[in-house]
């Protein structure tokens, strides 16, 4: 079964990414809206920022995870960070996924509906037609997605071949990071278990999985305009821009309120970022070494409940570090 979904999602990369940078066709007054939206933000700008307290510096890099061939010029302002690091955190190490590669079936659950539960009982009639004609489209036999997780689902509705831009795209950030701390001698630490990130996703409260799953079915979203949006406003150091567009965007095709759109999304960050933040601002805190790198997916930085809030909350000093 996962083989099967795993061949219809690499069919989708090999087409050409067709998708555009929304930001660069905003009317006056809708570019204006987005800095005010911008402006609310806590620490919005920036990739990389500087916490310190008591002596102690912790360089915190946010990432991209797929790849793109502007990481080589990042990499060679990241690089002496990494060489004068005493310890490297990455959200998972590449040993930590090694290891778990050996018990596959322990993550089943995550991807997997509980014994019992089958999407094509937890959807209407309708709802069931009209998304397993979509994943047909994929290449995903209803028979198989009926004993899928929602959120799981969702992300092949999504998907988009613009994942695999630019030369050298399959290392993301936190790829090359961890390699070059590896070849310095550099020890690297992970902030989570392999499936954190999972059961984050797989604890999403069913209902508004299923939500989420019927509007990524019926919404015509293009979403490889989202996804470039996202990468180039990451390249801008502006991530939060580009996030805030997703927001504006996504399902407005469809007869569901504005309102309703903000709170799934909210819902998803407060189990998917928030949580993790959280777990990861106290592991760091109690670290001792007098300087760490830290390398997290952009998103996990800015905002009220985002890690360098968490961390100024706990008595560091945050400025922000080279672009």
Avoid at 91 to 102: G, I, L, N, W
Avoid at 124 to 138: F, G, I, Y
Avoid at 177 to 197: C, F, K, Q, Y
């Amino acid at each position: 079964m996962a083989l099967a979904l795993w061949s219809a999602g690499a069919g989708l990369a090999e087409a050409r990414c067709t998708g555009i940078d929304l930001r660069d066709h905003l009317t006056e007054s809708t570019r204006a809206r987005l800095d005010q939206d911008l402006a609310k933000v806590p620490y919005a700008m920036g990739n990389h920022w500087i916490a310190t307290k008591r002596g102690q510096r912790i360089d915190i890099l946010g990432t991209q995870h797929s790849g793109d061939s502007r990481m080589w010029a990042q990499m060679r302002t990241i690089r002496p960070l990494i060489e004068q690091a005493e310890a490297v955190f990455l959200e998972v190490t590449e040993p930590q996924m090694a290891e778990a590669d050996q018990d596959q079936e322990a993550f089943a659950q995550y991807f997997l509906l509980p014994p019992g539960k089958r999407l094509d009982r937890l959807l209407s009639a309708a709802d069931w037609q009209t998304l397993s004609t979509r994943l047909a489209d994929l290449g995903i036999e209803p028979a198989s997605a009926a004993l899928m997780q929602p959120w799981y689902l969702s992300d092949f509705l999504t998907g988009t071949d613009c994942r695999k831009r630019g030369f050298g795209s399959r290392q993301g950030l936190d790829d090359r990071i961890e390699a070059t701390a590896r070849d310095a001698n550099v020890p690297t630490l992970g902030l989570e278990e392999p499936a954190s990130g999972l059961a984050a996703l797989a604890g999403m409260p069913m209902s508004e999985q299923l939500k989420m799953l019927m509007l990524d079915a019926r919404s015509a979203t293009r979403h490889e305009d989202l996804y470039v949006t996202l990468s180039e406003a990451y390249f801008d150091g502006r991530l939060t821009e580009g996030r805030i567009i997703m927001g504006w965007m996504m399902y407005r095709d469809l007869e569901v309120s504005r309102r309703e759109v903000k709170r799934l999304l909210r819902s998803f960050d407060a189990h998917v970022l928030d949580q993790r933040n959280r777990a990861w601002a106290k592991r760091l805190a109690a670290r001792k070494e007098d300087r760490l790198v830290v390398a997290v997916g952009a998103a996990h930085l800015a905002g009220k409940s985002g890690l360098l809030a968490l961390l100024a909350q706990r008595g560091y000093t945050l400025t922000q570090g080279t672009p």
